[in-house]
């Protein structure tokens, strides 16, 4: 099989590398893409160097699968590009989140989604869009209470780690924590002992971009345009992890016994919660871990049929890397 990363220097980029020769994908033709800078520079894989490559170069090649972490624009000019000549691509950016045509996945919850496509495709090369990494752990975090219970509306509040900016924003926090001067600014303000409610840009009605992705796409995840989505983003000094505080409105009355069962037995996700122990997560928990991590689980008494959770994943890994990896793994078991 010959599988393009296209994007591979990046922090995103390189971490799909490693969870490719994890998940038993070491001895495939990997082709790394990335932009004109550093093609000729080599990259460390399953015990050979893999050279860096063009975009063109890595079409030419016509790789089975392209896994995209370049940025939207780089999506938008090259995945058709892939598609024409034989890849299916899944695309981590933002760039086709939104288009109906286009499926949004989250393997333990809709790859349904991405092979009805292929299948109407007649088999041939799809794009299939990688969720926004607050989004993916996020919903399947509550996906068994959605199917469960139904999901009237969701209040979020994020703490994003600041590696969902990218390199550039590692490298302002480290400078800052020696007291150095960074070389270049990935923020408006320092970071380092600092936060702000700033991840995206702003739109014309006071939101972000991040925080309009969570409302766009779990919608059309759970398929259910009706669910009520509120979200306030906070970017904080942390490099292992997004953590949210959720509180979800279910459409029916609950048992809490339940809610826990459900969230235990759902694939990907551990049950993470003993307050009487001070276990709930935290990033340092879930840092290069693939599981999304659920605690401080409790009822909201304030309102009927509403409970609080604390959701917390390595926003690199499931949050993009993995979760990737995970769709191409579905689609190759269901050819």
Not at 156 to 179: C, D, M, N, P
Not at 206 to 224: A, N, S
């Amino acid at each position: 099989m010959k599988i393009a990363v296209v994007g591979a220097t990046g922090l995103v980029g390189r971490e799909m590398l490693t969870v490719l020769e994890e998940r038993g994908f070491g001895s495939e033709d990997i082709i790394v893409a990335a932009s004109p800078k550093s093609i000729g520079k080599t990259i460390a894989f399953a015990g050979r160097e893999l050279t860096v490559v063009s975009v063109e170069q890595a079409i030419e090649a016509r790789p089975d699968y392209a896994i995209f972490s370049a940025g939207a624009s780089a999506s938008r000019q090259y995945a058709p590009l892939f598609t024409a000549a034989g890849a299916t691509v899944i695309d981590n950016s933002s760039a086709w989140r939104k288009d109906p045509a286009i499926p949004l996945v989250v393997p333990e919850i809709n790859i349904a989604t991405a092979t009805q496509a292929l299948k109407q495709s007649g088999n041939q090369a799809i794009i299939i869009a990688n969720p926004n990494c607050s989004t993916i752990q996020m919903v399947l975090a509550i996906s068994a209470l959605h199917r469960e219970y139904g999901i009237r509306r969701i209040v979020i509040s994020t703490y994003q780690s600041i590696t969902g900016t990218g390199i550039k924003a590692v490298r302002q926090l480290e400078a800052e924590e020696k007291g150095d001067e960074p070389k270049e600014m990935a923020y408006p303000y320092p970071i380092h002992r600092n936060l702000f409610p700033h991840g995206g840009d702003f739109l014309s009605d006071g939101y972000t971009t991040e925080e309009q992705k969570l409302v766009d796409e779990t919608r059309k995840i759970f398929g259910d345009p009706a669910i009520m989505v509120s979200a306030t983003v906070a970017r904080v000094p942390v490099v292992g992890g997004h953590s949210e505080s959720v509180n979800v409105e279910l459409k029916k009355e609950f048992n809490m016994d339940d809610v826990r069962r459900l969230i235990e037995t759902t694939p990907g996700v551990v049950l993470y919660d003993d307050p009487s122990r001070n276990i709930y997560p935290m990033p340092i928990v879930a840092h290069h871990k693939d599981e999304v991590f659920v605690g401080r689980l409790r009822r909201d008494h304030s309102q009927p049929c509403t409970l609080n959770l604390w959701v917390v994943a390595d926003n690199i890994r499931k949050g993009a890397a993995t979760n990737a990896i995970q769709i191409m793994e579905k689609l190759i078991a269901n050819r």
